[in-house]
């Protein structure tokens, strides 16, 4: 009964999110996107690519004034979320997608972190020891990775910007390589060299 109370007050929880990112401040500057230009509409939308395009790729990495997400296209949805796990950077765009209790979820290709593309979610499997015979399910650790609304238009895919009055903890490491997303990948960090 409480696991049913807590998913409830989470999806909730991710409701009134949606609710700030659809309605919250809509001032954000686009940069560069690994597409080419990413270009503000006037609607506040940023164009990410062609619709055909991202199908192709199944996924691809834009920039959001400075901020690099990555964009996939699985089983016939989009999804966009910030590009760096919210463990320790790692680069979500050379992840694996598996699915995960009827969930799609990106595995981070540094420690294996599972993050739901859906509401960004990272999920863990556990037992509880207070079962007669504990088998290990998955269970949310609640919304850590930051998810982007993605817009479909014409042919186009668009991404709403984040409302950053809303802290998640993927934002420490979306910070942390702003503007240098791309280049920062290709340098060694010390969770991969211990891999």
């Known amino acids: 009964m409480l696991d049913l109370i807590i998913l409830s007050l989470h999806f909730f929880i991710c409701f009134l999110i949606s609710i700030a ?5 809509k001032n954000e500057d686009s940069h560069s996107s690994s597409t080419g230009g990413a270009e503000m509409e006037p609607d506040c939308l940023i164009l990410i690519g062609k619709e055909e395009d991202i199908k192709k790729s199944q996924r691809i990495t834009a920039k959001i004034n400075g901020r690099e997400i990555v964009v996939f296209y699985h089983e016939g949805k989009f999804h966009a979320l910030d590009s760096r796990c919210y463990h320790e950077g790692g680069p979500l765009c050379l992840g694996e997608i598996e699915d995960i209790d009827g969930q799609a979820c990106i595995v981070c290709p540094w420690h294996k972190f599972k993050i739901t593309l859906e509401t960004g979610e990272g999920l863990y499997e556990g037992i509880n020891p207070l079962e007669p015979s ?22 186009n895919v668009y991404v709403s910007p984040p409302d950053l009055s809303v802290s998640f903890d993927s934002d420490y490491f979306a910070e942390k390589y702003k503007n240098g997303g791309e280049l920062a990948m290709g340098k060694q960090n010390h969770s991969e060299a211990t891999e």
């Not at 399910?137 to 238009?153: A, E, L, P, Y």
Request: hydrophobic fraction near 25%.
């Open 21 to 25: 990112i659809w309605y919250g401040p």
């Open 134 to 155: 504990p088998t290990p399910k998955w269970q949310s650790k609640g919304v850590k990775q930051r998810i982007h609304k993605v817009t479909i238009d014409s042919g």
